[in-house]
């Protein structure tokens, strides 16, 4: 899962886990260090048993109210039907996948059949629905049933090898939709319910095919408008916003490069008559402004830094240490510093670039520049060239190719050159 948001571009900040066996002291410990994170987005992986322990202490935190938001794998919501009342009172407002099973009329057909069995052998039990897991268990059955029948000749000391053979090559339609196995596993659905806790029960919010990675309103749509609308914990239909900040009393400790190269980007000045110190630049001023246009007030104090040796991974060793929540000015990009700390996108075009120093004198004869002087006189000579052999096709023949010397070798001239600027239309004779 860590390694799929990896390349989902989706950063996970912290991973946190829950053994099987904790108590309940373990859970609430693990929970109440959680609460005094800043993120309030939540991703539950875990066994259906141990949920129905966790989400009940995440109600008693009060920890399911509006701000957060819960996201569960299909570990849970596989098995939501088989969970407590007070579970799913505590579960108002998570937001789970479940792997997809058509409706088909063999699927109702084999329900109607279970249902019934099911209270005919338990009459005093409470009719639950089959979870995806156990239809899938009743196709990897009928897999083997039909193996073992294709085999029922076969001696006793073979038939194990080649019953496995024999279940590796099932391909038929089942319940679970056409059933085929891969390296011994079945082939895991492309296709996922998104489902809402709501009340006692799930509702749909769309499709999520893993092919194309699409939310859809139906499961054979393209169409990704008209989504139900999600109820968040709280009651709220609103999407929660990250408000980090304002749940919380904390003070944002923003670290200022107090010795920045470029004054016009940073600029620290200690004023000794107030006893102040007063920060300008032009990534000071982008910070100010991107803090004052959330929509909640965020308490801050800037914290000068003296880098050593001129370099700033000592500062952002402090954001990565925790020691600051925030580093604001002229930081280098690089790779290395990407693996520790988080950066905003650069105010600056990405890509090559070239400085080069600019010259206030004008230069008429700047356009000679792009090439050396000998190419320049190897090209004018082969003008000049060009024009002499016409001048020789055209002599006897043509009268503007004779005439006094001068005029000749005007003429050799002006045909050389004149075919820089223009094309000649008139045909050579």
């Known amino acids: 899962m860590f390694d799929s948001s990896q390349v989902a571009n989706i950063h996970i900040a912290h991973r946190?886990?829950?053994?099987?066996?904790?108590?309940?002291?373990?859970?609430?410990?693990?929970?109440?260090?959680?609460?005094?994170?800043?993120?309030?987005?939540?991703?539950?992986?875990?066994?259906?048993s141990l949920a129905s322990h966790f989400f009940l202490k995440v109600k008693k935190l009060e920890m399911m109210s509006e701000g957060y938001v819960w996201i569960?794998?299909?570990?849970?919501?596989?098995f939501f039907h088989s969970m407590d009342t007070l579970v799913v009172e505590s579960m108002q407002g998570v937001v789970g996948l479940k792997p997809y099973i058509p409706a088909s009329k063999e699927l109702h057909n084999f329900t109607l059949r279970w249902r019934r069995k099911m209270y005919i052998d338990h009459p005093n039990a409470e009719v639950l629905e089959l979870d995806p897991y156990g239809i899938l268990a009743y196709d990897a059955i009928w897999a083997v049933a039909e193996a073992a029948q294709k085999l029922e000749s076969t001696e006793i000391s073979q038939g194990g090898l080649m019953l496995y053979e024999e279940i590796m090559k099932s391909r038929f339609k089942g319940l679970t939709?056409?059933?085929?196995?891969?390296?011994?596993?079945?082939?895991?659905?492309?296709?996922?319910?998104?489902?809402?806790?709501?009340?006692k029960g799930l509702r749909r919010v769309g499709f999520w095919t893993s092919e194309t990675g699409n939310i859809t309103k139906e499961s054979n749509s393209p169409s990704t408008?008209?989504?139900?609308?999600?109820?968040?914990?709280?009651?709220?239909?609103?999407?929660?916003?990250?408000?980090?900040?304002?749940?919380?009393?904390?003070?944002?400790?923003i670290g200022v490069v107090t010795q920045s190269p470029f004054k016009e980007l940073v600029n620290v000045v200690h004023d000794s008559q107030p006893n102040a110190t007063i920060l300008s630049g032009f990534c000071i001023e982008v910070f100010r402004e991107a803090i004052t246009t959330l929509p909640y007030p965020v308490p801050h104090e800037f914290i000068p830094f003296t880098p050593t040796n001129g370099s700033y991974n000592d500062l952002l060793d402090l954001v990565y240490h925790k020691e600051i929540d925030v580093a604001v000015g002229d930081i280098t990009v690089t790779?290395?510093?990407?693996?520790y700390v988080d950066f905003t996108l650069p105010f600056s075009d990405m890509g090559i670039g070239m400085i080069m120093p600019t010259y206030q004198n004008s230069n008429m004869w700047i356009f000679l520049k792009p090439l050396q002087?000998?190419?320049?006189?190897?090209?004018?000579?082969?003008?000049?060239?060009?024009?002499?052999?016409?001048?020789i096709i055209e002599h006897p023949i043509n009268d503007e190719f004779q005439g006094p010397p001068a005029h000749q070798i005007g003429m050799i001239f002006w045909y050389s050159f004149s075919t820089l600027v223009f094309a000649h239309t008139h045909s050579i004779i």
Request: glycine residues 4%.
């Open 225 to 253: 408008s008209n989504l139900e609308v999600i109820i968040w914990p709280g009651g709220s239909a609103t999407i929660p916003k990250r408000q980090l900040i304002q749940m919380s009393s904390k003070v944002l400790r």
């Open 177 to 199: 939709d056409y059933f085929q196995l891969s390296n011994g596993n079945k082939i895991p659905s492309r296709r996922f319910e998104i489902v809402n806790v709501i009340g």
């Open 72 to 78: 569960v794998t299909d570990t849970i919501m596989s």
């Open 335 to 339: 790779a290395n510093r990407s693996q």
């Open 16 to 48: 946190i886990s829950i053994p099987p066996s904790s108590s309940h002291e373990h859970i609430i410990e693990k929970l109440s260090m959680i609460k005094t994170f800043q993120t309030k987005v939540f991703v539950v992986h875990m066994s259906h």
């Open 373 to 391: 002087a000998d190419l320049w006189l190897t090209s004018a000579a082969f003008f000049v060239f060009t024009g002499f052999v016409v001048w």
